[in-house]
């Protein structure tokens, strides 16, 4: 056992009748939230009634857990369905209003800014679980972490892919993107800033987005979800050249370790400021890394109390760092689809007491918040919209348990 795990900070297991109910309330929660006429699950009917890039796809990986792969499958061919001519998947699908905030993106329909490519992880998974995937689907998947990894620019120092807005993230609020308020956070300063941002996109020829000379940020956490799911889809679906990038890309990911500070650092403006804030997210490359330090420490701090450690999860941002709030949205408080992810790398890591020390302490989150969007790590209370359908890939961890 990891030496910062004794018996007594792991709860107890979920018990079998908890679990029924578990899997009752989320299969009622998505059934819910199902848009059959678009054949999309809305994150929450009333608050996210869109569709979402990267909540689609862990709403695939929950669909699929409830027997229902045939709405996996709708979900992800929908998301697809927004995909540009050179591979660029938007984050967001308003196909069911397309004229809805169209002045704000420039263009209806879609956003024009992507988020997480998580489609390479949700397609794998589909396929593993026996499930026949349409070529179409694995050839969509291919075509859209191909625009990341050869159309999408670069920093220059470090190599790694830059992001167009901090919205391409999914962490929209996170301390990590402080570095571009000069007069520090504020709310109102920070949806300015945010609007602002999507007016400074550089788009291709094409129209899709590739540069943002006002957000000069390589997120680790854009990078790392960016191999990942690369190297998810490559493992069920022949993409060599795919692989072969997301390799040559990892290495550049490694060079971000700080053990000092036992976190990788984004690269770009925020270098030596605010994309050095322990967060959970920044954590991720512990999916890709070969670095067996990195894998060693990061584990430990997830789970230890005197780290990211906490009752519910691994808190959102390390407790220590002035900026910690556990109530407010992506700076402190807990989401599930991270520790979702955090979970993945464990148990691949085979390091089962911190897989299993996640898993119990989300799961009981998930119960106690009413499946909220994210919740309070030192008391479990729900925040954001409650339920929300990404909260259900707390089945999976139950049932891994
Ligand atoms: C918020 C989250 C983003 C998510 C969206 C829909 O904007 O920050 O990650 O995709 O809600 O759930």
Known sequence: MDRHLSSSSIAAPLPAADLVSLRRDVAAMLEAHWQDDQGYTAP???????QWLWDSCFHALVWTELGRADRALRELEALFSTQGADGFVPHMN????PQAHADFWGRSGRSSITQPPMYGHALAMLVRRGVDVPTELLIAAERGLRFL????ARDAASGLVLICHPWETGCDNSPRWDVLLPNGFDLAAWRACKGELVASITPSRAGSPVANSWCPIASVAFNALVIFNALELAAVHSA???AAQANELALLLDKRWDAGLGSWIDAG???????????AEALLPLLVTDRRDAVERVLADLVNKEAYGTSFGPAGVHPAEPVFDPDAYWRGSTWPQINYLLWVAAAQRGNTAAAKAIAVRTVAAAIRSGLAEYWNPLTGEGRGAIPQSWTGVALLM???Q
């Open 240 to 242: 060599q050249a795919l």
């Open 94 to 97: 308003y196909q069911r209003d």
């Open 398 to 400: 139950a049932r891994a």
């Open 149 to 152: 990894l050869e159309r999408r």
């Open 269 to 279: 403006i925020g270098a030596a400021t605010s994309g050095a804030v322990r967060t």
């Open 44 to 50: 929450n009917d009333q608050v996210y009634p869109w």
